[in-house]
């Protein structure tokens, strides 16, 4: 049963300009490859899989959980390296729950094994392990942002792993 499936899904730009007409196709879990020219849908078309855009015929299917690497990570000011990971809310009620301040919804929700996870997945992207979390993620390179956003979909890895451009903002270490 695969992962990701389109039936007779078909798409126009808001030109009315044809990208793709009763195209059906499925992923499983092998790795597959998109290629082609700029402008000619692969971007609509992650979107329309993703559900970020919606149909205008035809029908998208999605089973489990589906991570995303988008093709340019966003940086807010103020945001942090946990933010990038994804962890900033379970350290946040690590920290309540530590400082005797959480309820009893903190202890129920509580991610005692996330700092561990988060130090296991930085050394895969070629990042230190002991990267300090609360750190400006302004202060890091583009090519650094993008490889800890990519750890942190190994944190709590999903089921089927999205790259879009995924070479666009990263660096030589991250290529490798």
């Known amino acids: 049963m695969p992962l990701l499936a389109a039936e007779s899904l078909s798409h126009h730009t808001p030109d009315h300009r044809l990208l793709f007409e009763d195209l059906t196709?499925?992923?499983?879990?092998?790795?597959?490859?998109?290629v082609g020219r700029n402008g000619v849908g692969k971007s609509t078309l992650l979107g329309l899989l993703l559900g970020e855009v919606p149909p205008q015929s035809g029908r998208i299917?999605?089973?489990?959980?589906?991570?995303?690497l988008p093709q340019a990570v966003?940086?807010?000011?103020?945001?942090?390296?946990?933010?990038?990971l994804g962890i900033a809310p379970a350290l946040a009620r690590l920290d309540r729950l530590l400082a005797g301040e959480g309820g009893e919804e903190d202890l129920a929700a509580a991610d005692w094994t996330v700092e561990e996870r988060a130090a296991a997945a930085l050394p895969r992207m070629g990042l230190p392990a002991d990267l300090d979390l609360r750190r400006p993620l302004g202060t890091l390179s583009g090519g650094e942002a993008t490889r800890l956003v990519l750890a942190g979909l190994l944190v709590d890895p999903p089921d089927?792993?999205?790259?879009?451009?995924?070479t666009n903002n990263l660096d030589a270490?991250?290529?490798a």
């Open 74 to 84: 966003r940086i807010v000011p103020g945001m942090t390296a946990a933010d990038a």
């Open 160 to 166: 089927m792993l999205v790259l879009d451009e995924p």
């Open 61 to 68: 299917l999605r089973r489990g959980r589906i991570g995303l």
């Open 25 to 34: 196709l499925a992923f499983g879990a092998e790795r597959t490859g998109l």
């Open 173 to 175: 270490d991250g290529r």
